[in-house]
């Protein structure tokens, strides 16, 4: 197990490296290509649009199949996805390479449902919070990496070497699971359930209450993430002139908190106050960071608002996570999952879809506070959900 594992951890630095070089970078380009605050956002929001169609599939794909042809497809995909955004040279190129990117989203599912594979039930929120802080060491090396890859001038980025060191990290990511990484899906226990797609991650939601619930929780945060995320780089540009390598610095101060939380503190955490108890604690830190950001008169307070976000997010996301894999049986672990991150790609379509009218119309604090009251709900929900647990057999 400790083989996969650390294939699976590598496998998940290295796929999610690429994705982040690009983080803060895409906003910079639609910029140079004269498109609007109002419709950046949509553009980073149409990735999230496509996964959200996509996921249920993929997860259906991993069940029936197995989880590696599952992942090497995905990243063949994001690897194209690349090509296109390295050759944009107008906002439509921009919007297609975020589409293919999107449509072909299915890695992320494969390889939470990879780690619950070879989980025990004892140590599963371990090895989720494991697998989420290699995620999240992707995310957290990626936007500065990309910051200084593109410089740090707003006006003069080089947005094409980014591009170039994404597809590298893709190709590599592909031979790590080809050569690497053994199938975790037997076949005698792969699913014959038919795949539905979106509506059957909607009917799965709908069998599982808990589910439900902390898919809906999870929506709530992942909404407020991804209005933060999306309009973050417009905001720092226009607030304090900061080009591509400040914003990922910047990013960083979300990234590595939340990395800290999920690779080590979630393992002394979870067992001493549970996942739920954990998630609510993460909730309620995250709300107060986007309120700080939003509020701050200075860049000072801005960094102590996103660290804030950070440990909200490290402390919430491997928690709900564990909570939503033990509502599965392990023939359908896979769509589970799927619809479990489906409910987070929902959130991320809303998010950027919003930001960016509501950025341009209410005021540049209006965003980080909206995100915060799109979050409190997230605390009732996890309370109802911990009312009605009965974990389903792993």
């Keep these: 197990m400790r083989a996969k594992l650390a294939t699976?951890?590598?496998?998940?630095?290295?796929?999610?490296?690429?994705?982040?070089?690009?983080?803060?970078?895409?906003?910079?380009?639609?910029?140079?290509?004269?498109?609007?605050?109002?419709?950046?956002?949509?553009?980073?929001?149409?990735?999230?649009?496509?996964?959200?169609?996509?996921?249920?599939?993929?997860?259906?794909?991993?069940?029936?199949?197995?989880?590696?042809?599952?992942?090497m497809s995905s990243l063949a995909g994001a690897c194209l996805s690349?090509?296109?955004?390295?050759?944009?040279?107008?906002?439509?190129?921009?919007?297609?390479?975020?589409?293919?990117?999107?449509?072909?989203?299915?890695n992320i599912a494969a390889a939470f449902a990879y780690a619950a594979d070879v989980s025990s039930p004892q140590r599963r929120a371990a090895t989720l919070g494991l697998v989420g802080a290699a995620i999240g060491t992707g995310f957290a090396l990626g936007p500065p990496l990309g910051g200084l890859l593109a410089g740090a001038d707003p006006h003069q980025a080089d947005f094409l070497r980014p591009a170039l060191v994404s597809i590298g990290t893709s190709l590599l990511a592909i031979l790590l699971v080809a050569l690497l990484l053994p199938e975790s899906h037997a076949p005698g226990a792969r699913s014959s359930v038919p795949l539905r797609g979106l509506g059957g991650a909607w009917r799965l939601l709908h069998e599982r209450p808990v589910l439900a619930l902390l898919a809906a929780a999870t929506l709530s945060v992942t909404c407020s993430q991804a209005i933060l995320e999306s309009i973050f780089a417009i905001w720092a540009l226009h607030r304090?002139?900061?080009?591509?390598?400040?914003?990922?610095?910047?990013?960083?101060?979300?990234?590595?908190?939340?990395?800290?939380?999920?690779?080590?503190?979630?393992?002394?955490?979870?067992?001493?106050?549970?996942?739920?108890?954990?998630?609510?604690?993460?909730?309620?830190?995250?709300?107060?960071?986007?309120?700080?950001?939003?509020?701050?008169?200075?860049?000072?307070?801005?960094?102590?608002?996103?660290?804030?976000?950070?440990?909200?997010?490290?402390?919430?996301?491997?928690?709900?996570?564990?909570?939503?894999?033990?509502?599965?049986?392990?023939?359908?672990?896979?769509?589970?999952?799927?619809?479990?991150?489906?409910?987070?790609?929902?959130?991320?379509?809303?998010g950027p879809f919003t930001s960016g009218p509501v950025y341009a119309g209410a005021g540049p604090a209006a965003p980080f506070l909206m995100g915060a009251?799109?979050?409190?709900?997230?605390?009732?929900?996890?309370?109802?959900?911990?009312?009605r647990m009965q974990p389903y057999a792993s």
Excluded: K
Aim: proline share 6%.
């Design 82 to 106: 690349y090509v296109l955004l390295a050759l944009a040279h107008n906002s439509w190129w921009l919007l297609a390479s975020r589409m293919l990117a999107g449509f072909m989203a299915g």
């Design 240 to 350: 304090y002139g900061f080009g591509p390598r400040a914003v990922g610095l910047l990013l960083f101060g979300i990234a590595l908190p939340a990395l800290l939380m999920q690779g080590g503190l979630v393992r002394v955490l979870v067992p001493r106050f549970g996942e739920l108890r954990l998630a609510v604690a993460g909730v309620t830190a995250f709300v107060a960071g986007l309120a700080v950001v939003g509020t701050g008169p200075v860049l000072g307070l801005t960094i102590l608002g996103l660290v804030l976000c950070g440990i909200g997010l490290g402390a919430y996301n491997p928690s709900a996570s564990s909570l939503a894999s033990r509502q599965s049986t392990g023939s359908d672990r896979g769509a589970v999952l799927g619809a479990y991150v489906a409910s987070g790609s929902l959130a991320r379509v809303i």
């Design 373 to 387: 009251c799109l979050t409190l709900p997230a605390l009732w929900l996890l309370r109802a959900a911990g009312r």
């Design 8 to 71: 699976l951890v590598l496998f998940c630095v290295v796929d999610t490296l690429g994705f982040g070089i690009l983080v803060p970078l895409v906003p910079y380009m639609a910029d140079r290509f004269g498109t609007p605050p109002q419709l950046i956002t949509p553009i980073l929001g149409s990735y999230s649009l496509c996964q959200l169609l996509a996921a249920p599939w993929w997860g259906r794909l991993s069940d029936r199949y197995g989880r590696r042809p599952i992942m």
